[in-house]
């Protein structure tokens, strides 16, 4: 996927998918041709492109990736394995290293649909994968990628059906009706007639080997597995066919750096309230502790023999309690702000009412010094009359007192 030019001395990557498609008055498919990529930033902006596009077809799903180099790389890996005749991936890391969204994408990529089968019981699976054949093997098909988690499987002979038909193509325990087949056989049978490279043979065991072979090119699994688990070698024991005819790709623990761009990308969605800078060495702070983490989870495998496993999705759940903890202490303090300011505004209002009954005090006061005045006025008018009203009274009683004693 990556070649170095004598010439320039640089490492660029080929991608089949860096056209696209004509969208104004007839609407065609771009070909998938490789190409190099101008640049790495280039080729991310473009995985950016596609993922968008994914997330705009897909609303129920969709995906919030961070499409770091490392990520870049798996996912070229991956589209470049499902665009081979018969090609099938085994995806191998922790859990949480994005094994299952980037296989998403980059079936979207190679434009293929994705199967749906049911994993939780051999019944179940057997069930869903033939009518998934069946679908497969009709003249209108489509190349479909099949997704499986190790951690879906829940019965062992769930592998033994995968590594069947990675094998041959067939799978033992999917027993059909000699009616069942004659009846896939007459379906395909015109077309058999005129797309099979030789046609001498036209019996119904030709036909249906033909069939089963046209199956085989059109679905391409898609295994996710985990290197941590205690069965990952038995499993690579017993079903050899799995590790055998699936292309391996690795996901390698991330890089402090990959830790810094994811860190970023989910930072800023929190609206990060800090400078740039801060917010800067925030990023680098997150990827540097899940880095030193790992680094005592290795000494302590030395001194303890035992190991603990911090993996991807350990640094997305410790971004998303940041998140979380952020979040709640920022309501918190903006609810605290809030009722501040409230009580700020009603003293304000209050101290605005105190200064207005002051002026209606000042008012009322010089209102009841004016009334005070009059009454003082009228008082003293009152103690003249009322001491003329006593010279007035004390003749009329001397009066009195004379004529008491002329009689």
């Known amino acids: 996927f990556f070649f170095s030019s004598r010439r320039r001395?640089?490492?660029?990557?080929?991608?089949?998918?860096?056209?696209?498609?004509v969208q104004e008055t007839v609407v065609e498919q771009a070909p998938m041709i490789y190409e190099a990529a101008e640049s790495n930033d280039s080729l991310q902006k473009l995985c950016a492109e596609k993922l968008e596009e994914y997330n705009s077809l897909q609303q129920k799903k969709v995906m919030d990736l961070v499409l770091f180099e490392e990520a870049v790389k798996n996912l070229l890996k991956i589209s470049r394995i499902l665009q081979l005749q018969?090609?099938?991936?085994?995806?191998?890391?922790?859990?949480?290293?994005?094994?299952?969204?980037?296989?998403?994408?980059?079936?979207?990529?190679?434009?293929?649909?994705?199967?749906?089968?049911?994993?939780?019981?051999?019944?179940?699976?057997?069930?869903?994968?033939?009518?998934?054949?069946?679908?497969?093997?009709a003249p209108e098909r489509k190349q479909t990628t099949l997704i499986i988690s190790e951690g879906d499987i829940k019965q062992e002979s769930i592998y033994e059906h995968i590594n069947s038909f990675l094998a041959t193509g067939e799978i033992t325990d999917l027993k059909r009706s000699p009616i069942e087949k004659d009846r896939l056989v007459g379906n395909i049978k015109e077309l058999y007639l005129k797309e099979a490279p030789t046609k001498e043979?036209?019996?119904?065991?030709?036909?249906?080997?033909?069939?089963?072979?046209?199956?085989?090119?059109?679905?391409?699994?898609?295994?996710?597995?985990?290197?941590?688990?205690?069965?990952?070698?038995?499993?690579?024991?017993?079903f050899p066919a799995i590790f055998s005819t699936c292309q391996y790709v690795w996901f390698l623990p991330w890089s402090e750096e990959a830790l810094v761009n994811v860190a970023r990308g989910l930072v800023t969605s929190y609206n990060v309230d800090c400078p740039p800078e801060v917010?800067?060495?925030?990023?680098?702070h997150l990827g540097h502790t899940h880095i030193s983490i790992q680094e005592v989870c290795e000494n302590y495998l030395q001194r303890m023999k035992r190991r603990v496993y911090i993996t991807p999705r350990t640094f997305l759940m410790f971004i998303?309690?940041?998140?979380?903890?952020?979040?709640?202490?920022?309501?918190?303090?903006?609810?605290?702000?809030?009722k501040i300011k409230l009580g700020i505004e009603k003293m304000d209002e209050a101290s605005v009412g105190l200064d207005k009954i002051?002026?209606?005090?000042?008012?009322?006061?010089?209102k009841f010094t004016e009334l005070k005045d009059k009454v003082?006025?009228?008082m003293v008018e009152l103690g003249e009359c009322q001491s003329v009203t006593t010279k007035e009274n004390e003749k009329v009683e001397k009066k009195l007192d004379e004529v008491k004693k002329t009689r």
């Open 9 to 21: 001395h640089t490492r660029s990557s080929l991608v089949s998918w860096a056209r696209r498609c």
């Open 86 to 137: 018969r090609g099938s991936a085994l995806l191998i890391g922790i859990g949480g290293s994005g094994k299952q969204s980037l296989a998403r994408l980059a079936a979207f990529i190679q434009r293929q649909e994705l199967g749906l089968i049911k994993t939780d019981t051999d019944e179940n699976f057997l069930n869903s994968i033939k009518d998934l054949c069946d679908i497969l093997g």
């Open 201 to 238: 043979d036209i019996s119904s065991r030709a036909i249906y080997q033909w069939l089963v072979g046209r199956i085989r090119d059109a679905l391409h699994i898609v295994l996710s597995v985990s290197p941590a688990s205690y069965k990952f070698t038995e499993k690579h024991r017993l």
């Open 279 to 284: 917010t800067e060495k925030l990023v680098k």
């Open 320 to 338: 998303h309690c940041f998140g979380q903890e952020y979040t709640r202490r920022r309501t918190s303090q903006q609810e605290n702000e809030g």
């Open 358 to 366: 002051k002026q209606d005090i000042s008012k009322e006061t010089a």
């Open 376 to 378: 003082d006025k009228k």
